[in-house]
């Protein structure tokens, strides 16, 4: 158990960071700390796509490279300073496809240097990937995309609960389990801690992430906000609202970032 | 009866789903109007599993976002929808965007599950409301999806149609062409023609595509309306609540 700005502090700056993205359990609550601390060069990795807190960390200026599948705010529309920071060049993009993300982490998780997937040929995703290889399959000879293990410096989610013994419940958001276990450390944000221990529970056991796999926990009470969180809260569409329209220049961004990200903390509603 | 042109469009989409034998749909990422489709025709009675990625209650998929992709390799999705800010002549799908990789004159959000989806589904229907040159271009500038593969590729489906604000087309992947199968209220093959960057055939029996009827809109304003409020909140009240508050 550490605290949010001790849990900000200890991702160092140039480090491969994998976030899920807004229907997936991000950890907005850290994104915003990690510009509070003034991170540099992060290499952000989206678990396979990207969202609010990406673009908020891109606008912070802690980004130095991106790889993800999508970048965008769902509804909201395009992600302002994702977008605006493609054309001006100011970060690298990595394009991949969702299910690559997924088995290159999954190759991690496994041990193994490479994992198969099928699609992708004929992609210029492909033609961009130097790091992505076609091979002859052995078995089917058809050929085949092999695409290399992918090992993150750092997950970061944000779950409902831990409990006392350190496990983390993510119930069904199952990316967030191989996310930590492909991760060399998990770092989770959580509503709350609870007394007990998940895996001695049947029910909660199958959504919970085995603390073995966790390095650190902070609480951060509406830590997923402005995005939903499980069946807990809902997504607050007026505030990634007023971000899209006000990230939409740099100037804007830094108004919205001064409020919402630098300024002393309001009481969570 | 007056109706939305999403109502038109969502109606048009079901009718193509039903056309062929479906027995699971699955619903990304593109647009509400798809949605609306699938659940149009499940509550006319087709016997549809509809897997809806971005359901937040009762979401289809208890192994995470990597569920929708294994399950799609195996061949278990029957039908997918895609989009593209730019969609070719050929069927290519371009997310990425245009000017130098990785798209430095307009970025589009990214390519999404598209590269492997489009391949792997057993057919995709294509949807773009917006139907101009600017989208519907001669050759898409980057291929985030391509419509047609070699031999030596595995390749389950392709698209069936693109579907857009003017018009129906269908595809034909042998021949890599869109066969332009029926015009909006209002459209005519030249108009379509006049919006369109790419070439296309057009079918012997081109028509009108038909009007929603009293009994789909009404199923579109009820029990459609009524499946689709929590994760579409904009687009329900905007498509479907004026005319509930009316």
């Not at chain 1, 300073?81 to 997924?102: E, S």
């Not at chain 1, 119930?171 to 221990?197: D, M």
């Not at chain 1, 073995?212 to 997504?235: K, M, N, Q």
Request: aromatic share 8%; glycine share 10%; hydrophobic share 45%.
């Amino acid at each position: 158990m550490i605290t949010l700005e001790e849990m900000a502090a200890s991702v160092p700056d140039g480090a491969l960071v994998a976030l899920p993205p807004d229907n997936s359990l991000p950890s907005v609550a850290l994104a915003k700390a990690l510009a509070r601390r003034g991170a540099k060069g992060l290499r952000l990795l989206g678990v396979p796509v990207s969202g609010f807190a990406t673009d908020l960390l891109i606008g912070a200026g802690c980004v130095a490279e991106v790889q993800t599948s999508a970048c965008s705010l769902g509804e909201a529309g395009f992600a302002p300073r994702f977008t605006a920071a493609v054309k001006a060049g100011t970060i690298r993009v990595v394009d991949a496809t969702c299910p690559a993300i997924h088995a290159m982490l999954q190759a991690t998780e496994k041990g193994v240097p490479f994992m198969p997937l099928r699609g992708i040929i004929g992609s210029d995703i492909l033609a961009n990937r130097p790091d992505w290889t076609v091979i002859e399959a052995p078995f089917t000879g058809e050929r085949i995309v092999c695409l290399p293990a992918l090992e993150p410096d750092v997950a970061a989610f944000h779950a409902p609960m831990a409990d006392e013994a350190g496990n983390v419940w993510i119930g069904r958001r199952r990316e967030c389990a191989t996310l930590a276990h492909a991760s060399r450390r998990a770092l989770v944000t959580v509503e709350r801690i609870v007394p007990g221990n998940f895996l001695e529970d049947e029910r909660l056991a199958p959504g919970a992430i085995s603390a073995t796999y966790v390095s650190a926990i902070a609480v951060a009470a509406r830590g997923a906000h402005p995005v939903a969180l499980l069946d807990e809260y809902g997504f607050d569409a007026a505030y990634v609202a007023e971000y899209a329209r006000m990230a939409r220049t740099e100037a804007g961004f830094a108004e919205w970032a001064a409020r919402e990200v630098f300024a002393p903390r309001r009481e969570a509603a | 009866m007056s109706f939305a042109p999403e109502e038109l469009l969502a109606c048009a989409l079901a009718r193509l789903i039903v056309a062929r034998p479906t027995a699971h749909v699955a619903v990304g990422a593109a647009s509400p109007v798809p949605a609306a489709a699938c659940w149009l025709a499940v509550k006319r009675g087709a016997p549809i599993r509809l897997s809806l990625l971005h359901k937040r209650s009762g979401n289809p998929f208890t192994e995470g976002s990597r569920e929708l992709f294994d399950l799609t390799g195996q061949g278990r999705v029957d039908l997918f929808f895609l989009g593209g800010g730019q969609i070719d002549g050929q069927a290519n799908l371009n997310l990425i965007g245009t000017g130098e990789w990785p798209g430095r004159e307009v970025r589009f959000p990214g390519s999404f599950g598209s590269a492997f989806m489009y391949m792997m589904a057993g057919r995709t229907i294509l949807f773009r409301e917006e139907h101009s040159p600017r989208v519907l271009v001669e050759r898409v500038a980057h291929v985030s999806a391509p419509g047609v593969s070699e031999p030596g590729v595995f390749r389950r489906g392709h698209a069936q149609a693109l579907v857009t604000g003017k018009c129906v087309f269908a595809f034909d992947p042998a021949r890599g062409r869109f066969i332009l199968e029926s015009v909006h209220p209002g459209e005519t093959v030249e108009s379509v023609r006049a919006a369109t960057g790419f070439g296309f055939d057009v079918a012997a029996g081109v028509g009108e595509t038909p009007a929603p009827t009293e009994g789909e809109l009404a199923l579109l304003r009820g029990p459609v309306r009524d499946e689709m409020l929590e994760t579409y909140p904009e687009f329900c009240g905007r498509v479907f609540g004026r005319r509930a508050a009316a």
